[in-house]
């Protein structure tokens, strides 16, 4: 069973981070949808708002509990993302709240008040998670709708169905986690390891087909580098699916999925440089070109830990 102090870091490290993600995933819904289904941009603005709400409440009680592991990797902000967020605000006219960004700066740096874990904090995390746990479940089922509506023609988006399917597949991983931690359950490492990196090298694998599929035809270099992601994590998906457990061979999967990473992230983060200054001929809003970008930076940070676990 996981301790007061463990369960309190633990929540508020993956919620910082997913709680972003969620709410850049309605962004991107509702700046692919067409005029006509004006009801789910709107549901999907509720959401963010509400998701927005969850985000402040957990930075402003973060300030000494989390890891500066967490803080300096690059996954709950990075450089480019509150010039991401303008830009993205321009190009579409969704309305995105910035304020957040520079408050999550600022925990970085430690600009705020430390807090220390006590029965209070305890009782908001729990507060805090319950309420997640609930909204998560209406944005799956959100993300299931629009999924199906896409599928059989009810509906049309800019977004591929496969991207639709990715949101919701993250969605419900962080749902799983979350109510993992709620329940302060302990978890068998081994198994988390190769589960956790199965998940991961498929979004990192997926990332490179939507990089791929979304950049202009006359980005040949560009596009040839994305395929040659796109085949080694799919290489990585296909060995994690036959390790079943075995110590060493995952522990030479971890290494391996390691350094693709952080190639993938140096190429996400000229890839985000790129489209910010305009100089990239491609259909990829700056917001997603960060959110993938801190995406894998969150993958080498969990990738780092489970070196050190096995």
């Known amino acids: 069973m996981l301790s007061d102090n463990r369960f309190v870091k633990d929540s508020l490290e993956l919620n910082l981070f997913f709680l972003r993600i969620m709410k850049e995933h309605m962004v991107f819904i509702a700046a692919s949808l067409t005029p006509r289904d004006s009801n789910y941009r709107l549901f999907a603005d509720k959401v963010k708002s509400r998701l927005e709400d969850l985000l402040k409440r957990s930075i ?13 990797s690059g996954e709950l902000v990075t450089n480019y993302t509150l010039s991401a967020e303008k830009k993205t605000e321009f190009y579409t006219g969704a309305h995105i709240n910035t304020d957040i960004t520079e408050q999550e700066i600022k925990l970085i740096k430690g600009d705020f008040p430390k807090v220390n874990v ?43 169905p496969t991207m639709i399917n990715h949101l919701l597949e993250e969605a419900t991983l962080y749902l799983s986690i979350i109510e993992r931690i ?108 960060d959110h993938v970008l801190r995406e894998a930076n969150h993958y080498v940070r969990l990738l780092n830990s489970f070196n050190k676990s096995l």
């Open 60 to 72: 402003r009680i973060s300030n000494g509990i989390i890891s500066n592991e967490v803080k300096t």
């Open 118 to 160: 006590t029965p209070y904090i305890d009782k908001e995390i729990n507060a805090i998670n319950n309420s997640i746990i609930a909204l998560l479940k209406e944005i799956i089922l959100f993300k299931k709708k629009l999924k199906d509506d896409v599928l059989s023609c009810k509906m049309f988006t800019t977004a591929y």
């Open 182 to 289: 709620q329940r302060k359950e302990q978890v068998n490492i081994a198994k988390e390891v190769l589960s956790q990196e199965n998940f991961w090298n498929h979004i990192m694998e997926e990332h490179s087909e939507f990089i791929r599929g979304m950049l202009d035809p006359s980005e040949d270099k560009l596009i040839e580098i994305a395929e040659k992601f796109h085949e080694k994590f799919k290489s990585l998906v296909n060995k994690g699916s036959n390790i079943h457990e075995n110590l060493k061979a995952l522990e030479e999967l971890t290494r391996e999925s390691l350094e693709a990473t952080k190639n993938i992230v140096n190429f996400k983060k000229q890839g985000t440089e790129g489209i910010l200054s305009c100089k990239i001929k491609s259909i990829i809003l700056p917001l997603l070109s």
